[in-house]
């Protein structure tokens, strides 16, 4: 897909959270490198944090952290209307099976099982992140509308009044 963006702005604000400081740092560096901007927490807490201090578009955590779980920081995401739509994916190992599927029952969109290829990872997460830009821009479309809508049916109704008044 190879998806790139012509402003800095515009690039896509990842949140990486993992416990492990070198795992973070090899997959910030990567992610960076695919032209992402980068937002980095080392537990579930901290995440949070970032979450209200940056505008995120998709958070990348570890499925197994200490103190608060991938799975736990998954169902507090979902638990804030602000966030109901973030996109989550979590990551875990391939001899995890039991972890995939906590990840999904506590509101992740996609698991990654470890060992990744980076490329394949890049390419699952601008596809989640277009999916999710797609989606918002049907939502302010549908508003628009009813927006629109709204106004006509207000419209409508004053053209009703104002020929009744003229029949009278």
């Given amino acids: 897909m190879d ?19 070198t795992n973070l740092s090899v ?9 992402f901007r980068i937002a980095t927490a080392d537990d579930g807490s901290s995440a949070i944090a970032e979450l209200y201090r ?5 958070v990348l955590a570890e499925l197994n952290m200490p103190r608060m779980s991938g799975a736990e920081l998954a169902r507090a995401i979902r638990g804030e209307v602000q966030w109901n739509e973030l996109p989550i994916m979590l990551i875990t190992g391939k001899s995890d099976p039991k972890g995939a599927v906590r990840a999904y029952e506590s509101g992740a969109d ?12 890049i390419a699952r997460i601008e596809r989640r992140i277009e999916r999710t830009r797609t989606f918002r821009r049907l939502q302010a479309d549908n508003a628009a509308l009813d927006a629109r809508v ?14 009744a008044n003229a029949r009278r």
């Fill in 27 to 35: 997959i910030a560096r990567r992610l960076g490198e695919a032209e």
């Fill in 150 to 163: 709204v106004e006509r049916a207000i419209q409508i109704g004053e053209l009703k009044d104002a020929l």
């Fill in 54 to 58: 940056l505008p995120i578009d998709l």
């Fill in 110 to 121: 996609d698991v990654i099982l470890k060992p990744f290829h980076f490329e394949v990872l």
């Fill in 3 to 21: 998806i790139r963006y012509p402003e800095p702005d515009e690039r896509p604000r990842i949140l990486v959270v993992e416990p492990n400081r």
